[in-house]
């Protein structure tokens, strides 16, 4: 009996523990976090979220993209994102990388027939496509490339929107963002806000 009362007792205790760490760190935490980041950083707690001319929103019906997710760009006349096989293409439900090694024979095959393509629509020697432009990223959803793949498609851009090269280049280079602390990462252009300065310059 004093056994069953002692269980019992544990019991009950272990149930509050629980029912009391489930309120704090399952709803009044969560909630504090929310309600701070709705007040100080807002923009970035919705997603980062853009509208066309370039400006903030916190509303998607009034947003054209996140600059935290890539989108793919179709058309000459933009610059084009890296690879991406999450689902038919930055697809946020279906986030993933192709988790195929270096010497897959699929992944060795794909990656040349993008290094011929890519190639072919900059009108450039092959052996000058740069990794990013080749290979997709873990997520499937990384909204940046490399300066040297934007500067790839600099001379592409620059026809199709009747703008002269310098000037797109210009754009590039006030586009790129170096590495966080001066030593975290590499310097990296986001593409949709490019295309969307892209655009105000074309029109």
């Known amino acids: 009996m004093t056994d069953m009362v002692s269980f019992l007792r544990q019991t009950w205790a272990g149930l509050r523990v629980l029912l009391v760490l489930t309120l704090v760190l399952g709803v009044v935490y969560p909630l504090a ?36 997710i890539g989108q793919q760009f179709e058309g000459a006349q933009w610059f084009h994102p890296r690879p991406s096989v999450a689902g038919d293409g930055y697809d946020t439900l279906a986030s993933a990388g192709s988790n195929l090694g270096p010497l897959n024979p699929d992944l060795v095959v794909t990656i040349d027939r993008r290094r011929a393509a890519i190639a072919a629509a900059e009108d450039v020697d092959p052996a000058l496509v740069p990794p990013d432009a080749l290979t997709a990223s873990a997520s499937g959803l990384d ?6 793949y934007a500067r790839l498609q600099v001379a592409r851009v620059a026809r199709e929107n009747g703008l002269s090269t310098a000037d797109v280049q210009a754009l590039v280079d006030q586009a790129t963002v170096g590495r966080d602390l001066g030593v975290l990462g ?11 300065v892209l655009r105000t310059m074309g029109s």
Do not use: H
């Open 143 to 148: 909204p940046d490339i490399s300066p040297a």
């Open 33 to 68: 976090v929310t309600g701070v980041s709705q007040v100080a950083l807002r923009w970035q707690a919705n997603g980062s979220l853009v509208a066309a001319d370039g400006s903030r929103v916190t509303s998607p019906s009034e947003s054209v993209g996140s600059l935290l």
């Open 186 to 196: 590499e310097p990296r252009v986001d593409v949709l806000r490019l295309n969307l």
